[in-house]
């Protein structure tokens, strides 16, 4: 007997991936900002000098793109490449 294929919502599987992702670019932030002064890092990179919250801002969504990108390949990785056979599965 086949196992029967869980139909979860696309609105399940967006949460899934923004939410954990969203508090690991939080966390992210905290510890990268407590060791760089934003206003520094811009200045050094050759920008604009913004202000720090607003270095703080863009530093969160990075952040946040990279960590829902690892969340979103590694909810891709973890489907199986093909249907196994019955007589794969005993």
Known sequence: MAPAKQNI???QKVIAVLWPSFLT????????FSAFDPHLVMLA?????????GGYTIGFFLFWILTSSTCVLTCYF????????ESELN
């Open 45 to 53: 990179g050759g920008f604009e000098p913004i202000s720090r919250l």
């Open 9 to 11: 919502p696309t609105t």
């Open 78 to 85: 973890q489907r199986p490449c093909h249907e196994p056979a």
């Open 25 to 32: 670019a939080g966390v992210a932030t905290i510890l990268f």
